[in-house]
């Protein structure tokens, strides 16, 4: 499955959020350095989701605030 994902760094609070059907928002306390945000979208997206982290993959927009993702 893909999804699109928006993500908003240096939030106060870790929160995942769904928009419209595979639209969702993913809010980290991490800083956009050095991949540190990237690792905490797809920790909480496995959370989420109920997968494990190694099923999930950014496909595009690893340096973008607007991603698309692949979960297995």
């Not at 939030?11 to 928009?19: D, G, L, Y």
């Not at 980290?28 to 905490?40: D, F, I, L, S, Y």
């Not at 979208?41 to 099923?55: C, D, H, Q």
Request: proline content about 3%.
């Amino acid at each position: 499955m893909k999804i699109r994902v928006k993500v908003k760094p240096n939030a106060r609070s870790n929160e995942v959020k769904k928009f419209d059907g595979d639209y969702y928002e993913v809010k980290v306390t991490a800083a956009p350095e050095k991949g540190r945000a990237n690792e905490k979208v797809i920790e909480f997206l496995g959370a989420y989701f109920g997968v494990r982290k190694s099923r999930i993959e950014i496909k595009s927009g690893g340096r973008s605030k607007e991603k698309i993702i692949e979960i297995e």
